[in-house]
């Protein structure tokens, strides 16, 4: 078996962290993405550093139940492909970061991707965004009024084409990404367990 390193150490200059995120991102100005796509199969944080946090979390749920409550919208464990819930994951704490970076376009289109792949994955045989915003109102899986909103964050998310955006001459500002924000909270506690 092999042993747990307390360690890892950077590729790039040799400095040892238990994580290297913070240091990457200071010192080499890169992304942990950027530096695992400069060094593939690099260890990013050490099995020790893992094995710590995992237990300090489970320690944290041992000690208020309701915590995980707080934060199963984050867990995304209502999806059942896991593959998808890990980008739900990764997309959502990507939208808050731009969220609260006031970057309001990434967040809303981010936000919009999240509540698409949530509301696909009730419906996986519609291909248009459009029917299966359709189909879940229909079935009464969203109100009238989040059927509403989703379908204005439906039409928003498309200003990821710059020139759509351009044409329709429409704002994208705090409301909009603080309002997408709102509504993919309100799909998420509608979903999760």
Known sequence: ????????????????????????????????????????????????????????????????????????????????????ALLLQRDYKSAKICLKNLLWKPSIILYGSIIEAILKEQYPRKKEFYDIIEKAYKDKIISEKEYHKIHIVRDLRNYVHIHKELSEKSEINEYWARTFADICEAVIRRFKR
């Not at 199969?41 to 099995?47: L, T």
């Not at 550093?49 to 995992?54: D, I, P, V």
Request: aromatic share 8%.
């Open 1 to 84: 078996m092999p042993t747990k390193t307390q360690n890892v150490k950077c590729k790039i200059c040799g400095s040892e962290f238990p994580t290297l995120v913070a240091h990457v991102k200071r010192k080499h100005n890169l992304s942990t993405a950027e530096y695992l796509k400069q060094f593939p199969n690099s260890k990013i944080c050490s099995d020790e550093y893992r094995r710590k946090t995992s237990e300090s979390m489970k320690a944290k749920f041992a000690k208020d139940p309701a915590m995980r409550v707080k934060v199963a919208s984050r867990t995304f464990d209502f999806v059942g492909n896991k593959e998808l």
